[in-house]
């Protein structure tokens, strides 16, 4: 089986201790303590109800388990990270897995991006723009509504001219290159502004893929742990819909995000 060559993939000497490592540490902790608990917790014991053997279902999720490396205190936060990040995305591919089995295909699919979208709402709390939303006034929806309505791709191109001017200086650039927490989940990213007001983000090669560390793509952790649950989460009626474009076989995934919010086109 091929493995990843972990220097080669995530960085040797100083790139283990540098701003963008420390980031994405913290990030994947703090992601950890708020969704890892999916799989122990909501995962696994709907595998064990449906499996035929319950025992054998526990012996199974162990040995995954047993694959964890050890996270020690002088480790570097890269190393910390990728032990974290591996160890959650190899489980949560297993488990997938295992449930596929016992569930036809659209009833699987929706069992687990339902699941996963719920636990990443829960996670995000009042960040998530469905719960701003809420806390407006019957008018300022109104207001805002009907602005969208008359004006979708204006608001858009606007909003996404902003956010270019913010990251086109040079402290902008400079966040995007060293201090970016979306590398946490997906690493380098080539990012770019379309003219229609949306911001295309291309992965080269995603970091849920290699963290794990056998040289597999994570097919079902990409599909219906990112791509179902987050388009989810980050629907047309949010601030930013996304669209995932993974290009399996290979590692690498194009990520449309609307600024501004959906609506329907003028």
Not at 16 to 44: E, H, S
Not at 221 to 249: N, Q
């Amino acid at each position: 089986m091929a493995t990843v060559d972990l220097d080669e993939e995530f960085g040797s000497g100083w790139s283990k201790w540098n701003l963008q490592a420390w980031i994405d540490f913290i990030v994947i902790r703090t992601m950890m303590k708020r969704v890892g608990d999916c799989i122990p917790k909501t995962y696994v014991p709907i595998l064990r109800l449906v499996a035929e053997d319950a025992g054998k279902v526990d012996d199974e999720y162990h040995r995954v388990l047993a694959i964890r490396e050890p996270i020690h205190f002088f480790d570097s936060p890269r190393d910390k990270w990728r032990k974290l990040y591996g160890s959650y995305v190899r489980e949560l591919e297993w488990v997938y897995g295992e449930l596929r089995k016992y569930f036809p295909k659209h009833e699987y699919q929706e069992l687990v991006v339902d699941i996963m979208a719920r636990t990443m709402k829960d996670a995000m709390g009042t960040m998530l723009p469905t719960v701003e939303k809420g806390t407006r006034t019957a008018a300022e929806r109104d207001r805002d509504a009907n602005l969208v309505t008359r004006k979708p791709n204006a608001v858009a191109r606007w909003f996404a001219h902003q956010v270019e001017k913010a990251m086109a200086g040079a402290p902008g650039r400079w966040l995007m290159d060293h201090a970016n927490p979306m590398n946490a989940i997906v690493g380098p990213t080539d990012m770019k502004f379309l003219p229609n007001g949306e911001m295309e983000i291309f992965i080269p090669r995603c970091w849920m893929h290699t963290a794990p560390g056998d040289g597999k793509t994570q097919d079902q952790t990409c599909l219906w742990g990112c791509k179902g649950a987050s388009e989810r989460v980050f629907g047309p009626d949010s601030i930013a819909p996304m669209y995932f474009e993974p290009h399996l076989p290979d590692f690498s995934c194009t990520l449309t995000v609307k600024l501004g919010g959906g609506g329907e086109s003028a």
